[in-house]
């Protein structure tokens, strides 16, 4: 079978490629005009709290749910796993540390973006097609700094705090499966947090959790203002937004995490 420039699988591949530079770019376009935004007229406080309510604590049932049962498999695969190996004594240590590093954050992130980000760019799809934010315009309201702004804001600074929650939620199901089913003590188990407890850890985790609110709330109003088509549009803008805001945390975590373990975790 030849292959040429012409050829469809050649031709498919090249305007999937300049579809995705052109979504760079106008997420870096929507950025500058975010930072232009916020330097002309700093968004309503209320507005950023309202969202942060809605993010934040919207989210926190959820979160709650999931972070209780990823202790407690955290903690029946760590048991499974130091069986004759490593003494149970660093049970709660190996939950705390993996917690706080890297599962708190990164599945907080999830579902997060596939609840926060699905119904921002089902908002703000939902204003474009039914041309809600176009008539901001006309009224002189600018949408970036009244739609977009306070989202993204909230985004990047509830999920941190969300995130700690996760992470003590976390810790406490682990520690009621280990001291219930394993057969570790609860003062073995407390002992082992408190000695192996490091602020490094819980700032990198942290500064992930900063990172992937900023993603999940940048890509829910992207796709949000990128909508067209009526309701298949939103939709389609909808799935979008979740699929790009998971995908993005993933590819940043370990990005992040190559930075942080070569910086933060080495020690010189």
Same mark, same amino acid.
């Given at each position: 079978?030849?292959?040429? *420039?012409?050829?469809?699988?050649?031709?498919?591949?090249?305007?999937?490629?300049?579809?995705?530079?052109?979504?760079?770019?106008?997420?870096?376009?929507? /950025?500058?005009?975010?930072?232009?935004?916020?330097?002309?007229?700093?968004?309503? *406080?209320?507005?950023?709290?309202? =969202?942060?309510?809605?993010?934040?604590?919207?989210?926190?049932?959820?979160? !709650?749910?999931?972070?209780?049962?990823?202790?407690?498999?955290?903690?029946?695969?760590?048991? /499974? =796993? #130091?069986?004759?190996?490593?003494?149970?004594? /660093? %049970?709660?240590?190996?939950?705390?540390?993996?917690?706080?590093?890297?599962?708190?954050?990164?599945?907080?992130?999830?579902?997060?973006?596939?609840?926060?980000?699905?119904?921002?760019?089902?908002?703000?799809?939902?204003?474009?097609?039914?041309?809600?934010?176009?008539?901001?315009?006309?009224?002189?309201?600018?949408?970036?700094? #009244? $739609?977009?702004?306070?989202?993204?804001?909230?985004?990047?600074?509830?999920?941190?705090?969300?995130?700690?929650?996760?992470?003590?939620?976390?810790?406490?199901?682990?520690?009621?499966?280990?001291?219930?089913?394993?057969?570790?003590?609860?003062?073995?188990?407390?002992?082992?947090?408190?000695? #192996?407890? #490091?602020?490094?850890? %819980?700032?990198?985790?942290?500064?992930?959790?900063? &990172?992937?609110?900023? !993603?999940?709330?940048?890509?829910? &109003?992207?796709?949000?203002?990128?909508?067209?088509?009526?309701?298949?549009?939103?939709?389609?803008?909808?799935?979008?937004?979740?699929?790009?805001? &998971?995908? *993005?945390?993933?590819?940043?975590? /370990? %990005? $992040?995490?190559?930075?942080?373990?070569?910086? !933060?975790?080495?020690?010189?």
């Amino acid at each position: 079978m030849e292959w040429s *420039l012409s050829s469809p699988g050649i031709a498919t591949a090249r305007k999937r490629t300049l579809n995705w530079v052109a979504a760079v770019g106008r997420v870096t376009l929507m /950025y500058g005009d975010m930072i232009q935004a916020v330097r002309r007229k700093a968004p309503s *406080l209320r507005l950023v709290v309202d =969202q942060m309510g809605t993010i934040g604590v919207g989210s926190l049932g959820l979160v !709650i749910v999931v972070s209780l049962f990823t202790g407690a498999v955290a903690a029946v695969q760590a048991a /499974y =796993q #130091f069986s004759n190996v490593v003494p149970l004594r /660093y %049970l709660g240590a190996v939950i705390m540390r993996s917690v706080i590093i890297e599962l708190g954050p990164v599945l907080t992130a999830l579902v997060v973006g596939g609840r926060v980000g699905a119904a921002i760019a089902a908002e703000l799809g939902t204003m474009r097609v039914t041309e809600q934010i176009d008539a901001l315009r006309a009224m002189g309201i600018s949408p970036v700094r #009244f $739609l977009v702004v306070p989202r993204v804001i909230a985004a990047t600074v509830m999920l941190p705090v969300v995130t700690i929650f996760s992470d003590a939620i976390a810790v406490l199901g682990g520690f009621a499966v280990a001291v219930m089913s394993v057969g570790v003590s609860p003062g073995t188990y407390l002992n082992s947090l408190q000695d #192996f407890f #490091f602020t490094k850890d %819980l700032f990198s985790g942290l500064l992930k959790a900063v &990172c992937f609110g900023n !993603i999940i709330g940048t890509m829910g &109003c992207f796709f949000g203002f990128a909508t067209e088509g009526g309701a298949e549009g939103v939709g389609l803008a909808t799935t979008r937004a979740v699929v790009s805001s &998971c995908v *993005l945390v993933l590819v940043t975590d /370990y %990005l $992040l995490a190559t930075v942080l373990f070569q910086i !933060i975790f080495t020690e010189r």
